[in-house]
Nanobody, 123 residues
Framework: QVQLVESGGDLVQAGGSLRLSCGAS????????MGWFRQAPGKEREFVAV????????RYADSVKGRFTISRDTAKNTVYLQMNSLKPEDTAVYYC????????????????WGQGTQVTVSS
């Protein structure tokens, strides 16, 4: 059974940094891309970032480009989201997700999801 477990969410002041982690288990994740999504209260879930299996291809939402960095450690089956220069509008529950094939920004195409970790940015 595939499990994704996020960690690292916290309360931080605007301008601060956090690093989220997502550990994956339950299968071999060769050829699986890993993505981060977020959902703020009263809003729809939105794409944040995605990384290919090799780590050689990444893509970001315009709202986080230049501030967030996605990376992965394939040996540990772990993906990270380094978040710098955080803003109050980054407040949300952050979810990691995984799928086979090519990186996409559409959440519905992802097969497995974690339970989420709360990030709160105070002004």
């Amino acid at each position: 059974q595939v499990q994704l477990v996020e960690s690292g969410g916290d309360l931080v002041q605007a301008g601060g940094s956090l690093r989220l982690s997502c550990g994956a288990s339950g299968r071999t994740f060769s050829n699986y891309v890993m993505g981060w999504f977020r959902q703020a209260p009263g809003k729809e879930r939105e794409f944040v970032a995605v990384i290919s299996w090799s780590g050689g291809s990444t893509r970001y939402a315009d709202s986080v480009k230049g501030r967030f960095t996605i990376s992965r450690d394939t040996a540990k089956n772990t993906v990270y989201l380094q978040m710098n220069s955080l803003k109050p509008e980054d407040t949300a529950v952050y979810y990691c997700a995984t799928k086979r094939g090519l990186p996409t920004v559409t959440g519905i195409s992802y097969e497995y999801w974690g339970q989420g970790t709360q990030v709160t940015v105070s002004s």
